[in-house]
């Protein structure tokens, strides 16, 4: 049996709740630091989904596969990278 990746909403949550503890002051330096850099981690792979998702919306694929910007509602096309 293969078990899931976790979801974006599931990664985001568990990195907010590495803050809140991290926060709080109250966790022992070995497992603050084993948290900040479980922290670090999912925060680079929240930060890769999140670039992912944004050139999938800003980009879509002609029928010889060729990109081309996506069109604002108001017309003009996305700059974002």
């Known amino acids: 049996m293969t078990e899931q990746q976790p979801t974006f909403e599931e990664n985001l949550s568990t990195l907010e ?4 503890q991290l926060e709080k002051g ?3 330096l070995e497992q603050a630091l ?8 999912l925060s680079k792979d ?6 992912d998702a944004e050139k999938t919306l800003t980009t ?3 029928d010889d596969d060729q990109e081309v910007p996506f069109e604002t509602p108001q017309g003009g096309t996305s700059d974002a990278k």
């Open 26 to 28: 109250d966790v022992p």
């Open 46 to 51: 929240l930060q890769t989904t999140l670039q």
């Open 34 to 41: 084993a948290q900040f850099q479980k922290g670090v981690a």
């Open 60 to 62: 879509m694929m002609t």
């Open 17 to 20: 709740n590495i803050v809140a």
